[in-house]
């Protein structure tokens, strides 16, 4: 059986295994020297990488990986959106063959997750600032009734019944009510 370049997958863009070596390597606290000499590798190499140059091997990412002490997804997946938007409808559905129960994934529990539920009711008329929560707080908001605009400073969604958002909660944010009676449950995860 022979495969032709059609079949080879494209390469994973540099500025995703940048950003990933830069914060992982900020997160344990090595400067780029110290990470070069446990991976192995060049400090110029090193640095050539998480300034999204160069063209890494399989090998030089698993040494930093290895180095770094996480595993090579974590080097290599997509960066997660800094806001999740689930519009009413969307979603993976699943449908009972027993009654008429539909449930939504909205958002999985991470391993080792704390999560607190609330249900918040907002009139228009005045903006809620949440300063930042500890970090790793991420905030899930359901809308059942009304519109509300929520999300950190920047990055605010305008959000109807059924519709599903998270967010970073560890930045500023904000949740403002856009008609009367607004109401949707807020999840607190903490990590």
Do not use: C
Not at 105 to 111: G, H, Q, V
Request: charged share 15%; no cysteine.
């Amino acid at each position: 059986m022979t495969s032709d370049i059609s079949d080879v997958p494209p390469r994973l863009p540099l500025d995703w295994i940048a950003a990933a070596l830069r914060r992982e390597r900020t997160r344990v606290g090595l400067s780029l020297s110290e990470l070069a000499k446990r991976a192995g590798i060049a400090k110029s190499t090193l640095s050539q990488l998480e300034a999204a140059g160069g063209n890494p091997s399989m090998e030089t990412i698993w040494a930093l990986a290895v180095a770094l002490g996480v595993p090579f997804s974590v080097l290599v997946e997509p960066p997660a959106p800094s806001v999740q938007v689930i519009r009413a409808g969307g979603g993976p559905t699943i449908h009972s063959e027993q009654s008429s129960y539909t449930a939504t994934l909205l958002s999985a529990s991470p391993p080792g997750a704390r999560r607190d539920i609330y249900y918040v009711w907002l009139e228009p008329g005045t903006v809620r600032g949440s300063e930042p929560h500890i970090p790793g707080t991420v905030e899930h908001i359901v809308v059942s009734a009304g519109r509300v605009k929520a999300g950190p400073g920047g990055e605010t969604v305008e959000l109807g019944p059924g519709d599903y958002m998270a967010y970073r909660g560890d930045l500023p944010h904000t949740y403002e009510a856009l008609a009367s009676g607004t109401m949707f449950v807020l999840v607190m995860q903490h990590v």
